[in-house]
């Protein structure tokens, strides 16, 4: 099972010198041009009047998230990207997850977007921390309520009986916060943001012989401090 990609390439010539406005750049491709972002947008809000020849069901942000613990065992998922703000990609999910007890003891993480209709991939190496609850607090409240009510519901990677104990949590709070009453942010639940330290853009090409351009920077250089810019071996 193997394709020859054959749509693009990738030279340095050709790549901004900020991975993130990289970034920004591919996305966009990405979401035909579904999506954008900026300070306070949210990854995947889509302009549904433009055409994107992209099926309504790709999900552009989706990323997956590996976390580990300090003796290397590693775990990953899906996960959505919810913003990229001051140079950090920002994902929500419940603090008592497996994901988030990982990031607490290991802030260390890898992302990775595949975008197979272009035949790209982004991975970025960083470090994670929670984000401020206010912030958590503004998203939360812009989710569906159905959302909002499933956050309490879900006791997120614990053991649970069934099905039917999960869905009677939600339907008592349903009947705890009717109609339009303010659903409250749960206190285990918020926000991470990823400063990245390393940025690939990969590129398929044809004979195995894929693009691949790195940015890489020390987390302890100041904001502004100028990227490395390396081509990979495939």
Not at 149 to 170: C, Y
Request: net charge negative; with cysteine.
């Amino acid at each position: 099972m193997r394709r020859n990609y054959t749509l693009g390439g990738l030279l340095e010539k050709d790549v901004a010198s900020d991975p993130l406005v990289q970034f920004h750049h591919w996305f966009n491709e990405a979401a035909g041009h579904r999506a954008t972002f900026d300070t306070d947008a949210q990854a995947g809000d889509a302009d549904e009047g433009s055409p994107s020849g992209i099926p309504e069901w790709f999900e552009p942000n989706a990323m997956t998230l590996s976390t580990s613990t300090p003796d290397g065992h590693v775990s990953s998922r899906i996960v959505l990207l919810k913003g990229v703000e001051e140079e950090q990609f920002v994902f929500f999910t419940n603090y008592d997850s497996v994901k988030s007890q990982q990031i607490d003891v290991n802030p260390m993480v890898s992302l990775c977007f595949f975008w197979p209709h272009l035949q790209r991939q982004v991975m970025i190496s960083g470090r994670a921390e929670r984000i401020a609850r206010e912030r958590s607090e503004r998203y939360f409240h812009s989710r569906p309520r159905a959302s909002q009510l499933g956050a309490h519901a879900s006791t997120q990677s614990s053991v649970i009986e069934s099905r039917e104990v999960l869905e009677a949590r939600f339907e008592k709070l349903t009947q705890q916060f009717p109609g339009e009453t303010t659903i409250p942010l749960p206190d285990n639940w918020g926000g991470f943001a990823v400063t990245p330290t390393e940025m690939e853009f990969w590129q398929g090409r044809t004979s195995r012989l894929h693009d691949r351009i790195v940015y890489r920077r020390d987390l302890n250089q100041p904001p502004g401090t100028p990227w490395k810019i390396e081509r990979l071996s495939p």
